[in-house]
Structure formats: C-alpha cells, structure tokens
C-alpha cells in the first residue's frame, strides 16, 4: 500500500533524529517540529567538529582583540579561558542546530533562521559569562582595563552572524557532519575541503553583482551592494552601541565589497583572455 502525503510529511515531523530521515529537501516546518517534539538529538547529535573550530576560533579571537587593546597578559589568558569554558558546549550545540536544517526548504528561510537564532542564543551566553566574570568575579579573574571585552563582544556578533552562515553553507556540501551516516566524512577530509568553500562562499556576494550587471539587472546589484554594508555597520554599531562604528564598519564594508568586486572581474576577464590561447 502506498504511503500518502500526509503521512509521509507526519513521519517527517515525528522523527526522533533527523539524520534519520532520507529525504533529500524537508520543509522548514517539519524540522521545527521535530526538534521540539524531540529536543533530545541535538545533544545526541552534538556537533564535536564545529566545536573544536568554534572554541579555537574564538580562543583565537579573543586573544587577538584583547592584544590589541593591550590588555595584560593575565587579562587576557582569562577571557580566552572564560571564552573556550562555554563555548566548546555551544559550538557543539549550535552545530547540531544548523545540520538539522541543512537539507530545510526554502534553502533562504532555513539560513534566514539560522543567521538570527544562533548569534541571539550564542552572544546571550557570551554576554552574560564574560560581564559576570568582570562584575563578579574580577578578584579571582582579572577584568579588562581597556574596554576589550566591548570591543570583542561588538566584533564577536558580525562573525557570529557570517560564522551560522558559513556552517550551514557547508554542512550542505557535506561538510562537518556529525552522525549523518554515510553523509558523514573523517575531520581530515573536512578539513581538506573547508579552504574550497571558504573561496566559494567569500566570492559568492562579488560573483553576484557581477552577473546582476551583466544581466542588466542593476536595482538588484546596487540593493545588494548597499544591503551589505548596512548590514554589516548595523551589526556592528548595535552591539557596539556607537554610531562611529556603525558609520565606518559601513563605509569600510562597501569599500571591501568593491574591491572584492573589481578582482573578481578582473580575474574572470584574464581567465577568459588566456583561456582563449
């Protein structure tokens, strides 16, 4: 007997775990459903890979702002400790969150979602560990002296948002994993195929607007253009809660996106020259 539509779309949504389910496309509304009916497998699903990166890029991180701001040593030993502490458990977390909606449809909703939850949750926890250490607990751990924690916490978010992004840009070329069956490949060769993707994903606005020019199209290349670098100064001017950064990181990130622009085509117009050849 065959199984109707209903049906199909209940078991989708009643799934225990969703790697479990081989359909290749899963509306966003069964995957919300499954997590809440069965909250359980993303600890089951605990993405070890992402955090192992996500600790270690933020260890790295926080290192490299509080050094520029010239904190002491001590100081800054402290918040990569503080920061590592929590994260390790939320990368793995977040990172089974966003492998749940690697195979959601509409692609841009599920992204949509992920680009706004995960850094609400992340930076929530980020918030509240690093200004209780400062506040509470600065006898036993030594708090920034040069408003480093501000400035990390600003830049934090932007990277958080490009970070959930990026994750699930992966995970949907079969990148980091985790207890996906046959979907799953060893850290190596993960970490073999990251440098590819990164290319692929940084590329992805500049090749954009190139082919919106091309195409004529130029109210979506100039919206696209803008967009960005609103975004961008937006992110970054709230959390910081300055208007300055909000101001320059815009004016910076139109900046870079143009030059990523002009490269782009330029490059593409050198290989179609010697591609003749």
């Known amino acids: 007997m065959s199984t109707s539509f209903h049906e199909i779309h209940q078991s989708v949504a009643d799934a225990e775990n969703l790697e479990s389910v081989h359909d290749q496309q899963i509306s966003v509304a069964d995957v919300f459903l499954s997590l809440v009916r069965h909250p359980?497998?993303?600890?089951?699903?605990?993405?070890?890979?992402?955090?192992?990166?996500?600790?270690?890029?933020?260890?790295?991180?926080y290192f490299t702002v509080?050094?520029?701001?010239?904190?002491?040593?001590?100081?800054i030993l402290t918040a990569v400790l503080v920061e590592v502490s929590f994260r390790f458990?939320?990368?793995?977390?977040?990172?089974?969150?966003?492998?749940?909606?690697?195979?959601?449809?509409?692609?841009?909703?599920?992204?949509?979602?992920?680009?706004?939850?995960?850094?609400?949750?992340?930076?929530?926890?980020?918030?509240?560990?690093?200004?209780?250490?400062?506040?509470?607990?600065?006898?036993?751990?030594?708090?920034?002296?040069?408003s480093a924690r501000q400035q990390a916490f600003a830049v934090s978010v932007l990277v958080s948002v490009l970070s959930a992004m990026f994750n699930i840009f992966m995970m949907r070329n079969g990148v980091l994993l985790v207890g996906a069956g046959e979907d799953s490949k060893s850290f190596i060769s993960d970490l073999r195929n990251i440098p590819y993707l990164v290319s692929e994903f940084t590329l992805f606005l500049p090749k954009q607007i190139i082919i919106f020019l091309k195409e004529l199209k130029f109210h979506y290349a100039i919206g696209s253009f803008l967009f960005f670098g609103f975004s961008v100064g937006a992110i970054l001017?709230?959390?910081?809660?300055?208007?300055s950064?909000?101001?320059?990181?815009?004016?910076?990130?139109?900046?870079?996106?143009?030059?990523?622009?002009?490269?782009?085509?330029?490059?593409?117009?050198l290989y179609r020259l010697f591609s003749r050849k």
Not at 114 to 131: G, K, M, N, Q, W
């Open 245 to 269: 950064w909000a101001y320059s990181t815009t004016i910076g990130s139109w900046a870079i996106l143009l030059g990523a622009i002009i490269i782009v085509f330029a490059g593409q117009q």
């Open 66 to 75: 509080y050094q520029a701001a010239r904190e002491k040593g001590i100081v």
């Open 237 to 243: 001017g709230a959390s910081r809660g300055k208007w």
């Open 89 to 146: 458990m939320t990368s793995g977390i977040s990172g089974a969150l966003v492998q749940s909606f690697r195979k959601a449809r509409p692609a841009w909703i599920a992204t949509i979602i992920i680009t706004v939850t995960l850094p609400i949750f992340s930076h929530t926890v980020e918030f509240v560990t690093h200004y209780a250490q400062e506040e509470y607990f600065s006898d036993v751990l030594p708090a920034a002296q040069n």
């Open 40 to 61: 359980t497998q993303v600890i089951a699903r605990w993405n070890w890979k992402s955090a192992f990166l996500g600790a270690l890029l933020r260890a790295s991180f």
